[in-house]
């Protein structure tokens, strides 16, 4: 079964530099979302996409800017960046969430992330 | 805000006995999901098993299962006849209807070490 795709799937950048993270949904996937893992550290959420449109947003910084196209496709952009932006970054994708239905939970499906190193 | 706590930073089993991995969390919400992920060597993120809150039975995948004690805000991961595969980290997560099921909020994990 088709799987979500990260790329690329390592990346190294210097500080100041940008980044651009790609992500392909499961095909029928039309909800996008974007975690940072920092070394040691649990993920933690940077924000979400439904439909091209933001659906929810968590602790990411102004400095990065995220996207989903028409395809169902999502890019996270990356710029100015710093030493603690090194994270492995996970995408994971879902079938739209029904949120007026008590037990409207899709199941989120992790791609294999990007580990971006800023050096 | 929600909260996850998972309380062991390390655990180790030997091969084919039993392990328990706590988990506790905190919210004023009545409808949520709670989830077991695993995160082996190779980093991807797996999810092991789920539970709803407003079910009552304790969700069982295999040799995995959970024990849910909704008012002590409580959710461990028992693993049963251990093997080498399930090294890895394994994290508890809270999905809840106020942020539109849109959201895992992670625990801090526990390194699980099974070993022959």
């Known amino acids: 079964a088709a799987g979500v795709i990260q790329s690329p799937r390592h990346l190294i950048k210097e500080k100041r530099e940008t980044a651009t993270l790609k992500c392909y949904p499961i095909p029928r996937h039309d909800t996008v979302y974007w975690y940072q893992q920092g070394p040691g550290q649990d993920p933690q959420f940077l924000i979400s996409?439904?439909?091209?449109?933001?659906?929810d947003k968590g602790s990411i910084p102004d400095r990065f800017s995220a996207q989903q196209f028409s395809d169902y496709h999502s890019e996270l952009n990356m710029s100015s960046l710093e030493l603690g932006d090194s994270a492995l970054y996970f995408c994971?994708?879902?079938?739209?969430?029904?949120?007026?239905?008590?037990?409207?939970?899709?199941?989120?499906?992790f791609g294999p992330g990007t580990r971006l190193t800023v050096l | 805000a929600q909260t996850v706590t998972q309380s062991q930073p390390e655990m180790s089993v030997q091969e084919a006995e039993t392990v328990t991995l706590s988990c506790t969390y905190d919210?004023?919400?009545?409808?949520?999901?709670l989830f077991w992920y695993k995160q082996p060597p190779s980093r991807q993120m797996i999810l092991v098993i789920r539970?709803?809150?407003?079910?009552?039975q304790n969700a069982t995948e295999n040799r995995f299962s959970v024990n849910f004690q909704k008012a002590a805000k409580s959710f461990s991961l028992k693993i049963s006849d251990s093997q080498l595969g399930d090294t890895a980290m394994y994290f508890c997560?809270?999905?809840?209807?106020?942020?539109?099921?849109?959201?895992?909020?992670f625990g801090t994990g526990t390194r699980l070490l099974v070993s022959p």
């Open positions: 539970q709803e809150a407003y079910k009552q």
């Open positions: 994971a994708s879902s079938l739209a969430v029904n949120r007026k239905r008590m037990s409207s939970y899709n199941e989120q499906f």
């Open positions: 996409f439904y439909e091209k449109m933001q659906s």
């Open positions: 997560a809270f999905m809840g209807q106020n942020t539109g099921f849109q959201k895992l909020v």
């Open positions: 919210t004023s919400e009545n409808n949520y999901y």
